[in-house]
């Protein structure tokens, strides 16, 4: 296969939200229960992003085979109720081990455990989507897995790739790292051929990607099959994916500086288009926002921002983040966008300059109610 050039190293350089994935095959230490230490030099890496002011959302697997080493079991088990037994387990001491590590940085967690209804079920989609956001936006670390205790094999995410993609696309990150025990995606799998060369770059969307990636190790569950498709999945909403091995000194560091390591996957389209597509694919609108004509056309025509001075009335419960609907003053449809304020607050700026936010709620999230970049014109 072709190695391709895809510019995109520099977005990664350019990002500020960031979804990092550590997979069993890092975190388990062959089978030995969890690396302690090497969980700490993450955690360490992952706390100078947090000082950058790059947000992270980290999504750990492990549990299963912290579990196992807990309960003394030698081999994975195949049967469900004994996977979830471990799971439970092993989750409690995910947690005190990132709870233990980040709090040497003052930095807090949250433990945040997921299922594919949580993230396929509109309403449970959005109060995940709000919930996530609330502790990054409280600068607290979300630690997510999958809810393995409670899921049934015909829902089960199964891998954390996955549950990663998913996650980058709910949060609308810049990017989802994917941290494995191979410096990323090579064109055969390297633990069965020594000739295997590393891929630096690729599209997300390359067939011929698929065609490469074999099944994981003994206690990773996905191998570079689901990371290859997590990146499809992640591309969706406009994400970058990197696949590297969380082995290298400085990993986070040095993808977040630009460098050149682990396997790249770029979106197909530019971010912002990717964005915007899956923008305007978001079908539950939580409120709608009547413009004035001068709004109108400055949305329409010049793909501004939307200020709270063209708003002339509004309607919905909807809260910081919500998908709104924008109607002209016919009630024909304008544009969708996130918006930066809750219904009350927001109600309170229709007709304002955005000079004036400071001083009317006491704080100003955002000079504009919707971002441009959050919105899409219909
Ligand atoms: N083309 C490939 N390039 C690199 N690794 C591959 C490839 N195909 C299969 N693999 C295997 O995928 C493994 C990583 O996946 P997995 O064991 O599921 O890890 P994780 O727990 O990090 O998700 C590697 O150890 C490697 O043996
Ligand atoms: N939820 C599982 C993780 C599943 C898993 O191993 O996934 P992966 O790291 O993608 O191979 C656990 O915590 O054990």
């Not at 030698?74 to 990132?98: D, I, K, M």
């Not at 949250?110 to 109060?127: C, E, F, G, I, W």
């Not at 502790?135 to 409670?150: A, G, Q, S, Y």
Request: aromatic share 4%; hydrophobic share 40%; glycine share 10%.
């Amino acid at each position: 296969m072709n190695e391709q050039r895809v510019p995109g190293r520099d977005a990664l350089r350019g990002a500020r939200r960031v979804v990092v994935k550590i997979g069993s095959a890092l975190l388990t230490n062959d089978g030995r229960g969890l690396d302690e230490p090497a969980i700490g030099g993450w955690v360490d890496q992952i706390a100078a992003l947090h000082q950058r002011g790059i947000e992270v959302v980290l999504v750990s697997s492990g549990a299963v085979a912290e579990g196992m080493v807990r309960l003394g079991w030698q081999a994975r088990p195949s049967a469900v109720h004994e996977l979830q037994a471990a799971a439970a387990v092993g989750q409690n001491g995910l947690t005190q081990c990132y709870e233990h590590h980040f709090g040497r940085h003052g930095l807090l967690t949250a433990q945040v455990l997921l299922t594919h209804d949580d993230l396929s079920n509109r309403k449970r989609y959005l109060n995940a989507r709000s919930a996530l956001r609330t502790l990054v936006d409280l600068r607290v670390v979300p630690v997510v897995n999958e809810n393995d205790t409670v899921v049934t094999d015909e829902i089960r995410f199964g891998d954390n790739d996955t549950l990663g993609a998913l996650v980058a696309n709910l949060l609308e990150a810049d990017a989802l790292v994917i941290l494995t025990d191979q410096e990323g995606l090579f064109d055969a799998d390297p633990r069965h051929n020594p000739e295997a060369r590393q891929i630096h770059e690729g599209r997300a969307d390359d067939p011929s990607l698929a065609a490469v990636a074999g099944g994981g190790g003994s206690l990773g569950r996905g191998g570079m099959v689901t990371k290859v498709q997590a990146a499809r999945l992640a591309a969706r909403s406009g994400a970058y994916t990197v696949i590297a091995s969380g082995r290298q000194p400085a990993v986070l560091e040095r993808l977040t500086r630009g460098e050149r390591l682990g396997t790249l996957l770029c979106p197909e389209e530019a971010p912002m288009a990717a964005r915007k597509r899956w923008l305007a694919g978001q079908l539950q609108v939580r409120g709608t926002l009547t413009l004035d004509a001068g709004a109108v056309k400055v949305l329409r025509d010049s793909g501004s921002s939307l200020l709270a001075v063209g708003v002339r009335s509004l309607s919905g419960q909807f809260r910081r983040g919500d998908m709104v609907l924008c109607v002209d003053p016919r009630g024909e449809r304008v544009a969708k966008g996130l918006v930066n304020y809750d219904a009350e607050e927001a109600r309170r700026l229709l007709g304002q300059p955005s000079h004036r936010i400071e001083a009317i709620l006491g704080y100003m999230e955002a000079p504009e109610l919707i971002h441009r970049d959050n919105l899409v014109v219909l």
